[in-house]
């Protein structure tokens, strides 16, 4: 059964992933200029700016070039940068790993301090430490990430001199070293919205009869909050945490870019300032299958979580 | 020719390394070097702070200049630029004799030099590199094709190039472009390619790993031909596009050396303990291309105009933040080898003129559009000529579009005035005159600087220019009628010279040498305890 749902939300994937590289393909077809030129410069010839569009196939209508991106797709096959030098997959399979870390890192961030505080919040509604949590958690949100980012530097990594501001480091601790502050400004919004998602479901658990009755049944608060009131209160959580999903790998170009860490959204931001479109195009569309794959799994955890739940 | 196709930001390595020790006065005092004060210590690994990744290390289809500065650490040519540019100094060769009519010269190899690999340096090695890369037709150095009548290895340490007629230029030529010496033997064994994934060569570092988008690690080369060096026992550079990344990574310790600091930082950070700002020779010139395909730029009264109603010294304030120099010739500085001469100043600032000969040239109510890419340099351009034409009655608007939209505006010539630049990559002067002088300079490129300006006399004075014989002295009055007549007809317009590169430095960091072909001296770089 769960197979079957599967597939059937990875085939329900499909028309959504044509839709992003129709959408990639067309924004950059309509980017003014020749691409070929830029990539040649000012100072090329006309045969050699014809004769590299014709190698790329950029003289051919956009219509055809899209066919055959498509194509080359259904190969497994990303196709060539001409600036990188390699194989838009081999480039992007390179990065992958930073940019796939970060994300967990945040995520694991996000989780671990999102969940206390908002079962903290819940647990002492209407009391100054839930106004003080309420109040964090909205400057949270309102805070962008590259700000937070620059101010992580110069407040946190400058002064203290613990944590590297730029790069990747070697081996996995030093990941977990480089990417901290990092993930800890991709988090910060990702924390707010399960601590508000979560302080509100919580709420809402605790006013329910199951919850008055394991009180009568004299459990502690904690073993209550912990049994009953978090586990319940979880479910949309998930669902939030799924759709906030998407914005945290949309983070990551940001953070990637001030941190300096060579990963996918670095490369992304690399490949726009050159003219880079074949590996643009391969990034937007690994995000998009990355996000439609994040919002399955999350269906699928919510139907685990809740056997009330029946995934179509 | 072939280097026209070269992109403008293109830049020359002349590299090396060992030139430090050869020169270390000039790399430890004045421009294009880093403080240099105490002895010298041995160790350590320099992480460096890159703007870009190398995108292209092929030394013949390579347009990008971070990978030519990279080569310095692996390769090395005969001759070198020293770090103020102004003249060329010994390096693979130790020296060398040319004939008086300019046609053979001969070079005589450095003795004792070994490949990374452990293989001794020949005159063959250095024979095949030159013919290798000059036959190459995608290889900047192809213009010398058809001039060249044989490069030979008459002694085991001897080069002889014959050239069919006279060509005064080779020494500038062979320091910079893609004259790297290679082993001949490896590469014609290994193949082009394979070679290119582990460079081999005489410089003071091999290239070690490379993981891209990310870092670059070179180590020291165990067979390295000067005594005791290099200093350090490896450089990583890390790849960080973000300026003010690079700039934290500095201060924050995670890197010793920031490359390509903007202008508007250069004051703040030269104040912060513990690190200092060093700023490299670099030879750019920016100029505004009128485009003289429709009137009223094809008057040349109203070009002069436009010219003599802008204020250079204050563009440049505006632009580079005083980091440069008003434009006085179109040729750039530093002054030397490329037959500049700033003191013809060229482009006076004379608004009374400018009005005065947008009457005699009977023109009232000019509206004109200039052409920008985004940029902060552009943009301060683009404010300071709006005002100071408008305070000699003429209108203009402002038109900033995406650098594809330049581009692509620029070489359909669809614009009325834009701004462009030119970087030297060599010594070798006559590139940019025939560039900017020359309408078919090659090969369908590039109308006079996209200007499609068409001049006999301009056109006169550059073949003048780029076909006289003689010592630099002689030379120097030829060059001077070139940039007087490219003055007279006011087109492209000379603003401002890009004269440093501002670069990051910890206070740790000695030796650090640079010059204005964006070749540095890594064997002779120090990291203090």
């Known amino acids: 059964m769960t197979f079957a749902v599967t597939g059937r939300r990875l085939a329900q994937g499909i028309p959504v992933l044509v839709g992003v590289t129709l959408a990639t393909f067309a924004l950059t077809a309509l980017i003014p200029g020749n691409v070929a030129q830029v990539l040649l410069g000012p100072r090329a010839s006309p045969q050699q700016v014809r004769a590299l569009a014709a190698a790329y196939g950029l003289n051919q209508p956009v219509w055809v070039q899209y066919g055959r991106y498509l194509a080359r797709l259904a190969h497994g096959n990303f196709g060539y940068s001409p600036v990188l030098d390699q194989n838009v997959g081999t480039a992007i399979v390179q990065r992958a790993p930073a940019t796939l870390l970060l994300v967990a890192y945040a995520t694991v961030l996000a989780v671990g301090l999102g969940v206390p505080l908002g079962m903290a919040a819940a647990r002492r509604a209407g009391r100054p430490a839930d106004h003080a949590i309420r ?23 400058l002064p203290t001199r613990m944590f590297p501001v730029a790069g990747y480091g070697a081996g996995f601790i030093a990941h977990l070293g480089y990417l901290f502050l990092p993930a800890l400004a991709l988090a910060l919004t990702f924390i707010a919205v399960i601590t508000r998602g979560l302080r509100a479901s919580a709420l809402h658990v605790l006013q329910e009869p199951y919850v008055t009755t394991a009180r009568m049944k004299g459990l502690s608060r904690g073993q209550l909050m912990r049994r009953h009131v978090l586990r319940n209160a979880l479910l949309p959580v ?7 999903m998407a914005w945290l790998i949309s983070g990551t170009v940001v953070v990637e870019t001030v941190f300096a860490v060579p990963g996918m959204g670095q490369l992304l931001v690399n490949s726009v300032l050159d003219h880079d479109y074949q590996v643009v195009q391969g990034l937007v569309l690994v995000f998009a299958v990355f996000v439609v794959l994040v919002n399955i799994a999350a269906d699928l955890l919510y139907a685990g979580l809740d056997p009330r739940v029946v995934v179509r | ?18 030139a430090v020790a050869a020169c270390s006065s000039a790399a430890t005092t004045g421009i294009g070097s880093a403080r240099s004060s105490g002895q010298p210590v041995h160790g350590g690994t320099l992480k460096v702070a890159l703007y870009s990744d190398i995108q292209n290390i092929n030394p013949i289809t390579s347009e990008d200049p971070v990978a030519q500065l990279m080569w310095g650490n692996w390769w090395q040519y005969a001759v070198y630029a020293t770090p103020n540019g ?9 020296s060398w004799s040319i004939t008086s009519d300019y046609k053979t010269y001969t070079f005589q190899i450095r003795p004792g030099v070994e490949f990374s690999d452990g293989e001794a340096l020949t005159a063959e090695d250095v024979a095949w590199s030159w013919e290798y890369m000059i036959s190459q037709s995608a290889a900047q150095m192809n213009f010398l094709a058809p001039r060249i009548a044989s490069i030979t290895a008459p002694g085991p340490l001897t080069v002889r190039v014959v050239f069919k007629t006279p060509y005064p230029y080779f020494l500038d030529d062979v ?9 001949k033997a490896l590469v014609e064994k290994e193949g082009w390619s394979a070679y290119l994934r582990h460079p081999v060569g005489t410089g003071p570092f091999v290239l070690t790993s490379w993981q891209r988008g990310a870092s670059i690690q070179v180590t020291r080369n165990p067979h390295y031909w000067q005594h005791g060096l290099p200093y350090l026992d490896g450089i990583t550079y890390l790849v960080m596009p973000d300026d003010q990344s690079r700039i934290t990574a500095v201060e924050s310790g995670t890197a010793d050396v920031a490359t390509q600091i903007p202008y508007n930082e250069v004051r703040s950070l030269s104040s912060r303990p513990g690190m200092y700002v060093a700023n490299f020779p670099q030879s750019i010139d920016w100029n505004m291309v009128l485009n003289t395909l429709d009137p009223p730029l094809n008057n040349v009264l109203v070009r ?11 563009l440049e304030q505006a632009a580079l933040y005083g980091n440069g120099v008003a434009a006085k010739t179109f040729l750039p500085d530093p002054a030397g080898l490329t037959f500049a001469d700033p003191a013809l100043n060229l ?13 005699q040239a009977g023109v009232r109510n000019l509206h004109l559009t200039l052409l920008l890419e985004p940029g902060q340099a552009e943009a301060a351009t683009g404010a300071v000529i709006q005002a100071d034409l408008a305070a000699v009655g003429i209108h203009l608007s402002l038109d900033t579009v995406s650098e594809t939209s330049w581009l692509d505006d620029l070489t359909s010539q669809k614009f009325q005035l834009t701004t ?19 309408p078919d300079y090659a090969a369908g490129c590039c109308k006079a600087f996209w200007s499609s300006l068409n001049d006999p006399a301009v056109i006169a004075a550059a073949q003048a220019a780029t076909t006289a014989v003689g010592s630099h002295a002689a030379l120097q009055p030829i060059f001077n009628k070139a940039q007087i007549a490219e003055a007279q007809a006011a087109d492209p317009l000379p603003l401002y010279n890009d004269v440093t590169t501002p670069t990051l430095m910890s206070s740790r960091v000695h030796g650090f040498a640079e010059n204005p072909y964006d070749g540095a001296y890594f064997a002779g770089i120090w990291l203090a305890s």
Not at chain 1, 137 to 157: D, E, K, N, Q, R
Not at chain 2, 306 to 313: F, P, T, V
Not at chain 2, 420 to 438: A, E, G, H, L, R
């Open chain 2, 420 to 438: 462009s630049f030119w970087q030297d990559i060599s010594p070798n002067p006559i590139n940019q005159i025939q560039y900017t002088m020359v």
């Open chain 2, 175 to 183: 320091s910079g472009f893609e004259a790297v010496i290679m082993p």
């Open chain 1, 238 to 244: 998930v669902t939030i945490a799924g759709l906030n």
């Open chain 2, 1 to 18: 020719m072939r280097i026209s196709i070269r992109f403008l930001a293109a830049a020359a390595v002349v590299s090396l390394a060992g």
């Open chain 2, 304 to 314: 002069r105009a436009i010219s003599l109603a802008i204020n250079r010294a204050e």
């Open chain 2, 347 to 359: 482009y006076p600032y004379d608004p009374a003129k400018a009005k005065a000969l947008l009457a």
């Open chain 2, 86 to 94: 102004q003249s060329l100094q010994p390096m693979l060769a130790t």
């Open chain 1, 135 to 157: 109040l964090a958690v909205v400057t949270g949100l309102s805070l962008p990430t590259f700000w937070v980012a620059v101010m992580l530097i110069l407040f946190v990594a």
